[in-house]
């Protein structure tokens, strides 16, 4: 912790990880400043249209998080600019940004678009990958925050008609590029990563045949906003393709183009675009052309398997020689060479490139002007040991920068990033935070309604389809409206200055505004509302524009009738709304940790730093957990040494107690208010704290195969970890490595991620060590995923043979006279190969511990179908479990390294500070809430929450409203209408059911 | 050519089809101004006493829009949104409202296009059934269909469907999904009835006899219904007619109202 600290952190890259490392940041007291180059937020994530292991809609999922981002008040975004200068000490650096001229004035555009459907200059669409066209004057993407157009100063020709036809006045001509200084505690950069260019592989035909298209071309495909609206076309003839093929590793794995390591995700992806590409045309024929199959991730095997077996898509072991075109029908031929070397060619329609990950030129620029140091690949150089930190104290990483990864690692590492960045200026938080002093609320209830409707042109928008003046007269009709008006933009900033005066002058209870959607402006108006001293909630919008006006351009007399429909809906409802406010409870600020393993003690000490008391629970009499099993790193770090220094850390830490030999009995409460009681040999302590971080590892299965347990010489990863690390002596002997022991297989179907890599680690340090050792790696994929794919590689150097086995013909191990006889298939030569081994070593599957499944029951929260702890969403909630409060951390999640570890234990830290860092918590103002007269107590409601907000109480169903998200699945199911959700009342829905019906209220 | 315009609302799920349909907005995507969009923040949130209500007040079709299998925003909810829908689809066709008139389907925030095709494609349907008001007696049957949705026993049911053929029931068995809707199926019936011997109780008192003979039903099945009724304490005797019991609505107080 720095004294005299900044309190405020500079997030640079405004893809996923920056939008979650500001939130996280900006939740728990501290200023954010998100810069990007571009000129909305949303990075890569944002051009994907389904993510894996799901198939979720990317953009649903984000949406959110965009929208949260953009409307929060500790966030500033400042897009369109790069860092220039950057200078001073971590707690205090001075950051000098350029922000380009963007010729619109962010402020005053309202996103309404009528530029860009006017302006005659074309320009390519970068966010579509170039494959259809956008305008000079551009939105990124439909959803982007900021929703603020900007000028391709490259393209415009400055014709002037765009400032002819922005009745927002948001054009500036005269625009010029400004200089911004600012100072900040810390930093995060997350500038992501580019993708491989596949005209670097001129083989491939990317750029000279139409049909062949990289991966993310093909995202854009398939995508509902992408160039074809989601249709699956061919490039050269607008035709759906039938046979489809995807070729693996380009630009990865390949040190013929400087790209000697794997990019982790391309396996994965390809599959998910297969897959999808089948669900939109079922006659789609996939295959994919791969080396290994690399689906190392939670749940990603078994997304494998479901493709595989499922859908159909045809899985290739080869290398690819080239594609070429059929010049008649662009069709492309590709040439491979089979696994038992023949060589063979077939006919597709279209072919698609998996392209890697690169990093990215920006980037670059960015790290020397910051003064981070690059790795030989240009990524950010990261130490294993200490994952989200760069070699520049105070400035930290997450996401691609510091090697390719999937998206719910990136979001780990920006949650972990957050953490180490904040835990830096702890001391400052809440300094430079604070919203502005409101007037206090008005008490209306009782009072008659005085409905005011604002009903807005939103420029042409909405005036050029309706008759907004028609429209303000009728609202003026409907009763309880004491005043109605029109304005050219209702959200526009002298007009909502206006707004709060009139308000006070006619002595407005209710308020409608009949504009744009609720989703983008709803948080604005509300806002004004709560300026002029009403309750946010006093509000209704009628979304006359994106779901009218923009919807029936052509139909003026039925638009208008909708529209007057909508407003007569909105007023019915108006009637009966009610003020809310969010309930606030108190917060014990403190956090109970559950395993002392290596997640456990350092989400522990990133929690200390942050200046809040631990509880650390531990089952076993020592802290460490798995760790004090692990002897070296990949990278070679010495991980016992490590594990001395955090656990001296731990013990000597004030904010830190440490139970171990400790069981939990009870836990009770919930969100900022839980009462644990333990167990440590019969004698109980009561522990009270705010928040749970569940970091209970996994365990190295026990192996009933292969002799195990039956012969002194047949061993597994971690013994012959513990033999090198004690100095066993090696020399002349034969090791037969076999991987996949208890993984990948019908009883326990998920890959185990870290065997292969294990493996490679020790098979190198045998040969290195021991150069007369000979090493035999029986695998099914090599999946040596990321940078290890070069320790994959060196060991292949060095002598280390690998040989593949498949499922149906696993090895068979026998002891013979002269020693332990290992038989496998070669699938190259086509014949078995026996290997007369002196030790087999065998790595057994990660499997999650016993006790899982009762601290899942304590906890209320779920375990997944392998036993793992269940996050609350796959992709951008990995640390979080969807019951409010309780976190997640480690192998406890699914297996994993330590550096993956350390990210995640970081990102338990910065999840659980959003809710520690406050002395109370606002729930929801939607929450539901049960009339007990009604309530019989039959817990139907019960069963329907997602989030165990309900539970009977005394015989009537009883809300925790700090863990009600308000969707209302409760009130809907009822029995009785006992239960009712605030805002969306039964009632309340009525009523706008009359209003869409009746003429008459 | 007619000036009867399909009158049709919409039910949408705050994170997916609304910003679907905004999406539509913002892609210009055109289609027929016939839906009128209640914003809820889940579809599972749509009560079937909501959407029978619509159809009680004139709607000619209702629309119920949410996130895709799997997407949804609170985990479940569009898998509870399927259950009270089939369940309302079926209770149209049980009042004879044709059961076309409800629409349930999936449209993703990126699916603007979508939207429109899904709202294009149900104003067209709806169109060529007709207007509800051509149903005879419409009105009326949304009404008793309405009392069966807010049965509290089908609510029982149809609420813990997704357990008891999911996880298990009480004694730890799955039930048979089909078996499931069968017995569901047949207490709409059952309640349907109910509401309708209740109707025509509303219109005073009443021997099981008359009962029988304005529902066209055979007298032994309206007896049972009456019993079961009398039970729950929603009908009691009320004076004799000749040799036939009476019987009232409680609460209506029979001679004073």
Redesign the interface.
Known sequence: MTPDAVGAVLVVGGGIAGMQAALDLANSGFKVYLVDTAPGIGGTMAQL?KTFP????????M??KLVDVGRHPNIELVTYSEVEGFEGTPGDFRVRIRRKARYVDPEACTGC?VCARECPIDAINSFNEGMNERRAIYLLY??AVPLAFAIDRERCIGCGLCENLCLANAIRYDDKDEIVELRVGSVILCPGFEEFDPALKPEYGHGRFPNVVSSIEFERIL???GPF??HVLRPSDGVQPRRIAWLQCVGSRDLGCGRDYCSSVCCTYAIKEAVIAKEHVPTIEPTIFFMDMRTFGKGFEAYYDRARDEYGVRFLRCRVSRVEEDPETNDLLIRYETEDGHIEEERFDLVVLSVGFTASEGARRLAERVGVELTERGFCAVDGLDPVSTSREGVFVCGSFAGPKDIPETVMEASGAAARASGLIASARDTLVGGKALPAEADVRGDAPRIGVFICHCGINIGGYIDVPGLVAYARGLPNVVHAEDNLYTCSQDTQKRFVETIQEHHLNRVIVASC???THEPLFQSTLREAGLNAHLFEMA?I????S??????RA??T??AR??VR?AVSKAQIIEPLSKVRLGVTQSALVVGGGLAGMTAALAIAEQGYDVDIVERDSRLGGNLNHIHTTADGADVQAFLRGLTARVEADGRVRVHTGAAISTIEGYVGNYRTTLDHGGSGTVIEHGVVVVATGAVESVPTEYLCGQDPDVVTQTDLERMLAEGADLSGSTLALIQCVGSREDHRPYCSRICCTNAVKNALRVVERYPDARVFVLYRDMRTYGFNETLYERAREKGVIFVRYDLDRKPVVARTGGGLEVRVRDPILGEDIDISADRVVLSPAIAPPDGNEALGKLLKVPLNSDGFFLEAHVKLRPVDF?TEGVFLAGMAHSPKFIGETIAQAYAAASRACTIISKDHFEAEA?VSAVDDAMCVG?G?CV??C??NAIELKDGHAAVTEALC?????C??????GAIQ?KG?K?QQ??S???G???EVL | MTSW?P?I?GFLC???A??G?????????????NV???????S????P??VL??FR???DGVAVLG??P??C?????NY?AER?MAMASRILEEVGIEPERLLLDWV???????F?EVITCFVGRVRALGPLSGVPGASERAAVGEGIAAS?RL??LV??ER?LVEAGNAYGEVLDADAFREVLWRNISVEHFRQRVRAELGKGPMTVGTIAGALDMPPRDVLRIIVDLEDRGIVHSGGMDGDSPLYVLAGTGGECR
């Open positions: 249209d799901t198939n979720d809609c990317s953009m649903c999922i949406a959110p678009g439909p959803q995508s509902a906003s609206r989601s959607t609720p989703r979304n524009r994106d779901q009218c923009w919807v029936h351009m052509g139909e039925s638009a009738a909708k429909d909508l809906m969807s939607t039959c139907l069963a329907a997602p989030y998200k308000g969707c209302g699945l009130a809907a199911t009822c029995r009785s959700q969306f039964d829905i009525l706008l059911i009359k869409a019906i009746c | 315009e009158r609302l705050n994170w997916c609304y910003a349909a905004d999406l539509a907005g913002v892609s210009r995507v055109q289609y027929p101004p009128r969009v209640i914003r809820v923040m889940c599972g949130r749509v009560d006493v909501l209500e619509a007040g004139g709607a996130c895709h799997g997407d925003h609170y985990l479940t909810g509870q009270k993703s925030a990126a699916e603007g296009q979508r429109g509290d609510r029982w609420g813990k357990e």
